[in-house]
């Protein structure tokens, strides 16, 4: 009998050896192909503008070196928002398109929250922009303890190329703007005068801004190397995620969100997962646009 238990426990632990060994080979093939795909190091640009790597900018090819060796080696994230590219990055894509808008802007959700929906910092900020309540109330996005607009994409996200583009007019700048939308606008200002210079790559910051443009720039051209080579190594990533069809209804109030689904020929999950923005059981009278699967 012990003989018998120890022949299935050998063959438990022979499985998951076998389990291990297999999904670490395929970590290890795409984390050799993300390294060894490096861009041209003199053609490095975000929103058109090129990082200077000349002597005066030494540091700038270690800057950019660490963060994509960090970023490419961050498999899980990696594997993450190539998953959920799909689901967002066409609708910013479109929004920055009709906005005349650099298209690297589509990047900075990425660096923000690696297209995580249920990600909230430590001072509040939540979903894929990272919105401040604060700042959320400012472009008009309603935050209560009935709902939280930061967690409705569509509106989340024209908010955020609203503020974007306001930073971009306050700086005349796109590098600028990006790292005032993480530092904020007063402490990247501040930054400039009294440091006399008015170019990002020349400026000395706070360790989470002197990294945030590397960061979306690794980001960047490991997203490009991906598309470029998708037939490649799509088997080491397996499936993207994909949007439901749906439509809108547009309500002026919900008394009981489960009894609102049942007549809609929804359930109360799919219109929470739907409507993530939805936090109670109620929507108070407003005019508010309700997603429901088609």
Avoid: C
């Amino acid at each position: 009998m012990k003989k018998k238990y120890f022949f299935y426990f050998f063959i438990f632990f022979l499985t998951l050896i076998i389990v291990f060994l297999f999904f670490q080979q395929r970590k290890n093939s795409l984390s050799q192909w993300l390294i060894f795909s490096y861009p041209d190091i003199n053609t490095i640009s975000f929103a058109n503008e090129k990082v200077p790597m000349d002597e005066k900018h030494f540091y700038n090819k270690e800057r950019f070196d660490k963060e994509y060796i960090i970023t490419s080696t961050t498999l899980y994230q990696f594997y993450l928002y190539i998953k959920r590219y799909p689901l967002y990055i066409p609708f910013i894509e479109e929004k920055l398109k009709e906005k005349n808008m650099p298209l690297d802007l589509k990047y900075i959700p990425i660096a923000e929250s690696a297209l995580r929906n249920d990600i909230v910092s430590s001072v509040w900020a939540a979903w894929i922009w990272q919105f401040m309540p604060e700042t959320a109330k400012r472009f008009w996005l309603i935050v209560n303890e009935n709902v939280d607009e930061r967690y409705n994409f569509e509106k989340s996200t024209l908010s955020a190329l609203d503020y974007l583009q306001i930073l971009y007019d306050k700086f005349w700048n796109w590098t600028l703007a990006t790292a005032a939308y993480n530092r904020g606008e007063n402490g990247l200002s501040k930054a400039m005068e009294k440091q006399g210079v008015k170019s990002y790559y020349d400026l000395y910051l706070n360790e989470e801004t002197s990294r945030y443009i590397f960061r979306i720039l690794a980001i960047k051209y490991l997203v490009e190397n991906y598309f470029k080579q998708e037939k490649i190594v799509s088997t080491l990533i397996g499936w993207n995620y994909e949007n439901p069809t749906t439509t809108t209804i547009k309500v002026k109030k919900i008394d009981d969100i489960g009894i609102w689904a049942t007549k809609n020929n929804q359930n109360y999950n799919t219109i929470k997962i739907l409507n993530p923005w939805i936090l109670g059981e109620t929507l108070p009278e407003w005019d508010w646009e309700v997603k429901i699967l088609k």
